[in-house]
């Protein structure tokens, strides 16, 4: 097994470790140093996290019903606040309890598909789902038949040739993105969950990406946003997501990753540092609660997935 910290110029660890951003902190101990969630300085860290400003201004925003903003449809307002709260590793208690709730019951429905009725159009999202799913895995809800049924009906949209559609437009079309967030949901899921045809409901998605040198899917010319690096993603992904996506179920060898491998490598500075070239997009409403990170600087949280991604393709060795 190849050490990974080799192909580093140096380590960021104790960088990432800083107690000024508690988030980062917590997924670092928790990533790149394997502490389990009982782990003191774990703990330490959440609670630290629980009472960061970000945190904060979110939590005081939200309304007596569980959700964010004037227009109270899930849509329009919770689901972009709970994706904040998760991004940041918040755990949550009776006030992401309410806010999920909230949103589970104003957009799953009986048959577990995920919906809504936007410019009175009544549209099934899967990327919104998957989204959902996640969030659902990550607050308590995997005993709950409403998650497996989510599961079921996102699996049973996956088109043949590995992709999710995306319906928002008239004339639906296969989304890499959407299968970026499909991806996203199926590295959560607990390994007594990975049925056969899970197993190869993902295997045909990581194909699509492993056939599509990651980021060239589909016959349009792929956005530059596939190129830049940034964090939180919300919209949109970038080579290194999907390559840290792809990390679990890859060789390190594997002929396919290997020129986007090289392009992320490229990116890193003397000090095992990779930069912020991009903000989330349509993301500006972001910045009332937490500061973005400087272009062009070196990022925390780009370094930490960059870290991350390294680790997981290297032990899967």
Same mark, same amino acid.
């Given at each position: 097994?190849?050490?990974?910290?080799?192909?580093?110029?140096?380590?960021?660890?104790?960088?990432?470790?800083?107690?000024?951003?508690?988030?980062?902190?917590?997924?670092?101990?928790?990533?790149?140093?394997?502490?389990?969630?009982?782990?003191?300085?774990?703990?330490?860290?959440?609670?630290?996290?629980?009472?960061?400003?970000?945190?904060?201004?979110?939590?005081?925003?939200?309304?007596?019903?569980?959700?964010?903003?004037?227009?109270?449809?899930?849509?329009?307002?919770?689901?972009?606040?709970?994706?904040?709260?998760?991004?940041?590793?918040?755990?949550?208690?009776?006030?992401?309890?309410?806010?999920?709730?909230?949103?589970?019951?104003?957009?799953?429905?009986?048959?577990?598909?995920?919906?809504?009725?936007?410019?009175?159009?009544?549209?099934?999202?899967?990327?919104?789902?998957?989204?959902?799913?996640?969030?659902?895995?990550?607050?308590?809800?995997? /005993?709950?038949?409403?998650?497996?049924? $989510? @599961?079921?009906?996102? #699996? +049973?949209?996956? %088109?043949?040739?590995?992709?999710?559609?995306?319906?928002?437009?008239?004339?639906?079309?296969?989304?890499?993105?959407?299968?970026?967030?499909?991806?996203?949901?199926?590295?959560?899921?607990?390994?007594?969950?990975?049925?056969?045809?899970?197993?190869?409901?993902?295997?045909?998605?990581?194909?699509?990406?492993?056939?599509?040198?990651?980021?060239?899917?589909?016959?349009?010319?792929?956005?530059?946003?596939?190129?830049?690096?940034?964090?939180?993603?919300?919209?949109?992904? /970038?080579?290194?997501?999907?390559?840290? $996506? @792809?990390?679990?179920? #890859? +060789?390190?060898? %594997?002929?396919?990753?290997?020129?986007?491998?090289?392009?992320?490598?490229?990116?890193?500075?003397?000090?095992?540092?990779?930069?912020?070239?991009?903000?989330?997009?349509?993301?500006?409403?972001?910045?009332?609660?937490?500061?973005?990170?400087?272009?062009?600087?070196?990022?925390?949280?780009?370094?930490?997935?960059?870290?991350?991604?390294?680790?997981?393709?290297?032990?899967?060795?």
């Amino acid at each position: 097994m190849t050490d990974w910290k080799s192909f580093l110029k140096d380590d960021a660890t104790e960088w990432l470790l800083e107690a000024t951003n508690p988030s980062v902190r917590y997924f670092t101990l928790r990533w790149l140093l394997d502490k389990p969630e009982d782990d003191a300085e774990v703990v330490a860290t959440q609670e630290a996290i629980a009472q960061s400003t970000p945190i904060q201004k979110i939590l005081k925003r939200q309304r007596p019903a569980g959700y964010w903003g004037s227009d109270p449809r899930p849509l329009h307002g919770t689901s972009r606040y709970l994706n904040m709260l998760h991004w940041l590793g918040y755990r949550g208690n009776g006030d992401v309890q309410r806010a999920m709730e909230y949103r589970m019951d104003g957009g799953l429905l009986p048959d577990g598909a995920y919906g809504y009725e936007i410019k009175e159009r009544f549209m099934k999202l899967p990327c919104h789902g998957a989204i959902l799913l996640q969030q659902m895995l990550r607050w308590g809800y995997r /005993d709950d038949p409403r998650t497996e049924k $989510l @599961l079921n009906w996102i #699996v +049973s949209l996956q %088109e043949s040739d590995g992709a999710w559609p995306c319906v928002s437009k008239v004339r639906p079309f296969s989304c890499s993105w959407a299968t970026v967030d499909v991806l996203r949901a199926y590295r959560d899921l607990p390994a007594e969950w990975m049925t056969p045809q899970i197993a190869a409901s993902r295997g045909k998605a990581v194909e699509l990406f492993l056939n599509s040198n990651i980021y060239q899917y589909g016959k349009g010319k792929p956005s530059p946003r596939w190129l830049e690096f940034g964090y939180p993603l919300e919209w949109d992904s /970038d080579v290194l997501e999907v390559l840290e $996506l @792809l990390a679990p179920y #890859v +060789s390190s060898d %594997e002929a396919r990753i290997q020129e986007c491998l090289a392009f992320v490598m490229d990116k890193q500075d003397d000090q095992g540092r990779w930069p912020c070239e991009k903000h989330p997009k349509g993301g500006r409403w972001m910045q009332k609660f937490f500061e973005f990170e400087e272009l062009g600087q070196p990022s925390k949280w780009v370094t930490l997935h960059a870290m991350k991604m390294l680790k997981t393709l290297h032990s899967e060795s």
